[in-house]
C-alpha cells in the first residue's frame, strides 16, 4: 500500500513539475583584429571559436490581474508650484560736486539747488562797440569788441536757479554683497555701545541686510 502511495506521489510531481528550458548554442567567434561577435551558427574558418551552451529565457507567469474597486475615488493632481525669481536689489553710487561719493538703493541722487548761471543760461550783455562812419555819411560799420560782460549771481534773472541731482552709477553685484557685508558687522560692532533708541534702529537695519543677504547673495 505504501510503495502503491509513492508511487502515485512520484507521478503527480512528475505531470506537475514544468519542462526545463530549451539550451540554446552560442558561438563566440573572434576574429584576427580581435573582433568578437555573438552568432547562432558556428564560426568562420578564419575565426576563433568558443562553443557556450546558454538557457533560453522563458517568460514568468504575469500576475493577477487586480481587482477594481468600485468605490475609488480620482485624486486631482495637485497643482503645479509657480516659483517667481526676483532679480537681486540694486545698489548705487552717487557722486556729490566735491568729488566725494555715497551708496543709495536709488538711481535718483541726492536732489541740490543751483542758479542757472552756473548751468550757462541767461541773456549776454556785449561790451561796448565801435562805431565808423565811411563814405561821407552814405554807409557805417559796427565793430562789436566780442566781450561778455554778463554780470555773475547779481539777482534779476540770475536768481533764477533749478534743481540737479549727484550722478549715479549701479555697483556689481558682488560689490554690493561686500558692502552689505560690511555695514552689518559695523552694526554689529556699534550696537554694545548704543542708546536704547539707536539700537532698535540698528536692529531694524540689521534685520533688512541680513534679507537682502540671504535673498541676493546667499549668506
Not at 4 to 24: F, I, K, R, T
Not at 192 to 199: C, H, K, L, V, W
Amino acid at each position: 500500500m505504501l510503495a502503491m502511495l509513492l508511487g502515485s506521489v512520484c507521478a503527480l510531481s512528475a505531470v506537475a513539475a514544468p519542462p526545463p528550458p530549451p539550451q540554446v548554442t552560442v558561438y563566440r567567434c573572434t576574429d584576427a583584429n580581435g573582433r568578437v561577435a555573438l552568432r547562432d551558427s558556428p564560426c568562420a574558418d578564419d575565426a576563433t571559436q568558443e562553443v557556450r551552451n546558454m538557457l533560453r529565457p522563458v517568460d514568468g507567469t504575469p500576475p493577477p490581474p487586480r481587482p477594481t474597486d468600485p468605490t475609488s475615488t480620482v485624486v486631482a493632481a495637485p497643482s503645479p508650484q509657480v516659483i517667481v525669481l526676483r532679480p537681486p536689489q540694486p545698489m548705487y553710487r552717487c557722486v556729490r560736486p566735491d568729488g566725494s561719493s555715497y551708496t543709495s538703493d536709488s538711481s535718483e541722487g541726492n536732489p541740490r539747488w543751483v542758479p542757472l548761471w552756473t548751468l550757462g543760461y541767461g541773456p549776454s550783455r556785449r561790451g561796448p562797440s565801435t562805431r565808423v562812419e565811411a563814405g561821407g555819411g552814405r554807409g557805417s560799420i559796427e565793430v562789436d569788441s566780442g566781450v561778455d560782460t554778463r554780470p555773475r549771481a547779481r539777482g534779476g534773472y540770475y536768481g533764477a536757479g533749478t534743481w540737479i541731482r549727484d550722478e549715479c552709477r549701479q555697483l556689481p553685484q558682488r560689490e554690493v554683497c561686500s558692502l552689505l557685508g560690511d555695514r552689518r558687522e559695523e552694526i554689529r560692532r556699534r550696537f554694545f555701545n548704543a542708546q536704547p533708541t539707536e539700537r532698535s534702529q540698528l536692529t531694524n537695519e540689521e534685520q533688512t541686510i541680513n534679507a537682502r543677504l540671504s535673498q541676493d547673495c546667499d549668506r
